[in-house]
């Protein structure tokens, strides 16, 4: 009972203000229950602008306790960046005006994320790593619960679920946006040794073996 208050709270004082991003209510009210319920440290790896950084960090919040969070992305500062990571022009993209504000302003769209943690008082929760995850030292840390938005298709699931795998700890939850397919889902159980998984809504849950 007391959770499912919790879950209506999120879903009428933050969900409606969240930044802008791709998540549904479904996806977001998930992760808002993991950053509760799930002792940490998070990892997520691509956050963009924080939609779904704002979920994790306002359910760590609601739990009261400190919980480590990282959270890493490319921070994109300028068109020719994004041609360069992504191999292709933003403006063939027919919803480039989404990104443009962000990755044309100074700093680029690490600074839209900087800024909509800070305006709702998230700041000081979350750990903002800006590069590619898979350039950064990473030593022997390893998370408990890992958010992944970097699994679009096969080739990106099998890019970047190897190097995500190694840093998440022993039973410790992978979470996945976008698992849109059966092949994408394949690609991801292929790379990822999973004890049990469910997906939903696009959103994959499993736990590392
Ligand atoms: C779909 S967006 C993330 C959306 C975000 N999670 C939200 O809720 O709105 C994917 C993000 O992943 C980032 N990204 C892609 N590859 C990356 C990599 N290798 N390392 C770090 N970030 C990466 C991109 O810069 C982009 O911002």
Redesign the pocket.
């Known amino acids: 009972m007391f959770n499912r208050l919790r879950k209506y709270a999120f879903r009428a004082r933050y969900y409606p203000s969240l ?5 549904s209510k479904y996806q977001a009210e998930e992760l808002y229950r993991m950053g509760r319920e799930n002792p940490g440290p998070f990892l ?10 704002c ?1 994790i960090a306002y359910g760590i919040r609601a739990s009261g306790k400190y919980k480590r969070f990282v959270s ?5 500062a300028s068109e020719d960046e994004w041609q360069a ?1 992504f191999g292709q022009p933003l403006a063939k993209k027919p919803n480039k005006d989404l990104y443009l504000p962000h990755i044309n302003r100074p700093g680029g ?1 690490i600074e839209s994320l900087k800024e909509n943690l800070r305006t709702r008082k998230l700041d000081h929760l979350v750990e903002v790593r800006k ?6 030292e990473w030593g022997s840390e390893q998370f408990e619960t890992i ?1 992944c ?2 699994s ?1 298709n096969p080739r ?1 699931v099998a ?2 679920i190897p190097g995500i795998v190694d840093l998440l700890q022993p039973g410790g939850t992978l979470v996945a ?2 698992i849109r397919t059966p092949e994408i889902l394949k690609t991801l159980l292929d790379h990822f040794p999973c004890k049990e998984h469910r997906v939903k809504e696009q959103m994959f849950i499993g736990r590392k073996a």
């Open positions: 930044p802008e991003g791709w998540l997520e790896i691509g956050s963009w602008i924080g939609r779904s950084t979920c890493v992305d490319l921070g994109i990571f769209s590069g590619d995850f898979r350039k950064m958010f938005d970097v679009h990106e890019a970047n946006d976008d």
